[in-house]
């Protein structure tokens, strides 16, 4: 966005007018004065611009525009606002992940990964995003995170971060997630977080996007 801003050296007293006479009149010439200066300013910006909200026009150059507020006495500054996107990296989210198969899924001390019909302080996962777009998923109770082997098979897994806990979150059509390991693939496929119908879990090879038993809601712990 640009911004024209005065020197706030301008804002001393000037004589409104010049000593000099005319060459024939004999009158006295009036010089412009810093609040004449000051709208002639905002005017060219407004006209440049060619928008209310003061954003450079796409044909204007910020060279020309610069030398022509240097030339009128204006300071100019050119300036981008920036956008923060803290929640995509290091956000951290309590939540039981229930999946549209309607079990809770959840990692026991042994490191055992299942689902429960039932809500317990054992199906209580913390959702940390490690990057944007990859989360690492641990359960609270036992610490254990979220992991998927070479083959598929989920379990519990003790390492912080273990590049077999990362796992791609995405938001499917139908407003549930869907979780695919980061690190394997099978036969070039990704591979998936999922339970079955009656609450084991599927090897990631056999499971694909479109199956309700890979598709989790993020619920808010009650």
């Known amino acids: 966005m640009c911004r024209w801003t005065t020197s706030a050296a301008h804002f001393s007293p000037e004589p409104a007018l010049s000593t000099a006479a005319g060459p024939s009149s004999g009158q006295l010439s009036p010089l ?13 910006l407004v006209l440049s611009a060619g928008t209310a909200t003061g954003a450079c026009a796409p ?5 020309s525009v610069q030398g022509l507020a240097t030339a009128i006495n204006c300071s100019w500054t050119l300036e981008r606002h920036t956008r923060s996107y803290n929640h995509l990296e290091g956000d951290v989210r ?20 299942d689902g429960t019909r039932r809500k ?12 944007v777009g990859v989360v690492a998923i641990k359960s609270v109770s036992t610490g254990l995170y979220l992991a998927m082997s070479k ?7 003790q390492v912080k971060y273990n590049p077999s ?13 869907t979780y695919a390991s980061l690190r394997w693939k099978h036969g070039g496929r990704q591979m998936f977080v999922s339970l079955n119908g009656r609450g084991k879990p599927r090897r990631g090879h056999k499971a694909r996007r479109r ?12």
């Open 32 to 44: 412009p004065s810093a609040a004449s200066l000051c709208l002639a300013c905002l005017t060219l």
């Open 59 to 63: 044909g204007v150059r910020h060279e």
């Open 94 to 113: 309590l939540r039981r992940l229930y999946s549209a198969n309607k079990f809770f899924l959840c990692i026991d001390k042994t490191g055992k990964v």
């Open 120 to 131: 317990n302080y054992a199906d209580l996962m913390e959702i940390r995003s490690v990057s």
């Open 151 to 157: 083959k598929g098979t989920l379990f519990g897994s």
């Open 165 to 177: 806990c990362r796992f791609k979150e995405r938001i499917e059509e139908n407003g549930y997630n």
């Open 211 to 222: 199956h309700p038993s890979t598709h989790f809601l993020p619920m808010l712990p009650s």
